[in-house]
């Protein structure tokens, strides 16, 4: 509707009765002591007033009370835990007080949760979280055309780690969102026990193979690996993958960032089109399926190809939604799409494609389907390579 007003030339302000409620991130300390919450309460109150969906985590302190005065103002909300409830509060709630845990237990029950891994391992699972919850409220907020705004409860201190509020204060902020930052009226907690100790990194995946690949014969697949395989090798590069493999049309690589594995992934879809396969005397069906995620992996050696290489259920879940792909199209997990949209300078989109049952039984999941800033939501990824 926007599109249609602009180009009829009215008054913007005509839409203004469809204005949809806003959508709001949330975050902030783990209190070290007690404090009097009322001057907080005070500040978020107006800030949550007319908020349709907020997200965030449920950690004792701000997060609770402002899901408290999201609950109160009724908006929606949605809390995204790094792993099962159980264990998210003897990590981030018991700690604070046995009082938080009460009040943990009364949210929780009025919330849509979302729970990321069955298991707490390092502080990736609290940076993955934060995240997810992040790119939740902006997909949110472009998908409803809604305001969206962060509010962070800080004392002023860096994040210690790859998570914490500081990192996502910071990481709103590149991604240009706007932010409301409050003191927190609690001392800060000390550190008893240091995170688990791990190698685990985050980094990006692409599979991708080619539908009807096995139906070609001896004849074809010199010619596939003469003249398609280089183009695609060719396609990786381009985001310079930190690991990448092939097996007959099948490919698999590990990318630095959400944004390299994107570039990739579209260089890809581009790189061998229907004129190209006909030319070298393969089937103009030949078309690539695709599958991108993010989370967080281990590098690990693998003795049977003598490489390091990377594992973990990052890679599991791409090589599962590449086979429901629909061929010459990206299929995008949230986590990726979320990533998308925190990119401080975004090249790509990711249109919500539903709920997908996966490959091999592994469930259903919400997918987005990616492409390029200012192609059509439903154009094909075909033709020459940009």
């Known amino acids: 509707m926007?599109?249609?007003?602009?180009?009829?030339?009215?008054?913007?302000?005509?839409?203004?009765?469809?204005?949809?409620?806003?959508?709001?991130?949330?975050?902030?300390?783990?209190?070290?002591?007690?404090?009097?919450?009322?001057?907080?309460?005070?500040?978020?109150?107006?800030?949550?007033?007319?908020?349709?969906?907020?997200?965030?985590?449920?950690?004792?302190?701000?997060?609770?009370?402002?899901?408290?005065?999201l609950l109160a103002a009724g908006a929606r909300l949605t809390a995204i835990l790094p792993f099962p409830p159980e264990a998210f509060i003897a990590a981030s709630v018991a700690p604070a007080g046995e009082h938080w845990v009460a009040r943990f237990s009364a949210v929780l029950p009025r919330c849509e949760t979302i729970v990321l891994s069955t298991q707490r391992m390092d502080d990736c699972d609290f940076q993955l979280a934060s995240r997810r919850a992040m790119g939740r409220a902006r997909l949110a907020a472009a998908a409803l055309a809604a305001p969206c705004w962060q509010i962070a409860v800080m004392d002023g201190e860096p994040a210690p780690g790859v998570a914490g509020t500081a990192a996502d204060a910071a990481a709103w902020a590149r991604a240009g969102g706007r932010g409301h930052l409050l003191p927190s009226p609690w001392p800060r907690r000390e550190q008893t026990a240091a995170a688990p100790a791990t190698a685990r990194e985050t980094k990006s995946v692409l599979f991708a193979d080619l539908r009807g690949f096995g139906a070609l014969d001896d004849a074809a697949l010199a010619r596939f690996y003469a003249a398609v395989l280089p183009r695609f090798a060719d396609a990786l590069a381009i985001g310079a993958p930190t690991y990448r493999n092939a097996w007959g049309d099948a490919l698999q690589a590990v990318f630095d960032t959400p944004a390299l594995a994107a570039a990739a992934g579209v260089a890809v879809a581009r790189a061998v089109p229907a004129g190209t396969l006909v030319a070298v005397g393969l089937p103009a069906t030949l078309r690539p399926r695709l599958a991108l995620d993010f989370g967080a992996l281990a590098p690990v050696f693998d003795p049977v190809q003598g490489v390091e290489k990377f594992a973990g259920t990052v890679m599991t879940r791409a090589a599962r939604i590449e086979p429901v792909t629909p061929p010459g199209s990206i299929y995008a997990t949230e986590s990726f799409a979320c990533e998308m949209a925190l990119d401080p300078q975004p090249r790509f989109a990711c249109d919500y494609a539903g709920i997908v049952a996966t490959a091999k039984g592994f469930g259903h999941l919400p997918l987005y389907a990616l492409r390029p800033l200012g192609a059509a939501p439903d154009s094909e990824a075909e033709g020459d390579a940009p």
């Open 2 to 69: 926007r599109w249609e007003v602009e180009r009829l030339g009215l008054d913007p302000a005509v839409l203004a009765p469809l204005r949809m409620p806003a959508v709001v991130h949330f975050c902030g300390r783990i209190p070290g002591g007690p404090a009097d919450e009322a001057p907080l309460r005070a500040a978020v109150t107006p800030l949550v007033a007319g908020v349709g969906h907020g997200f965030g985590s449920l950690a004792a302190g701000a997060d609770i009370v402002i899901a408290e005065a």
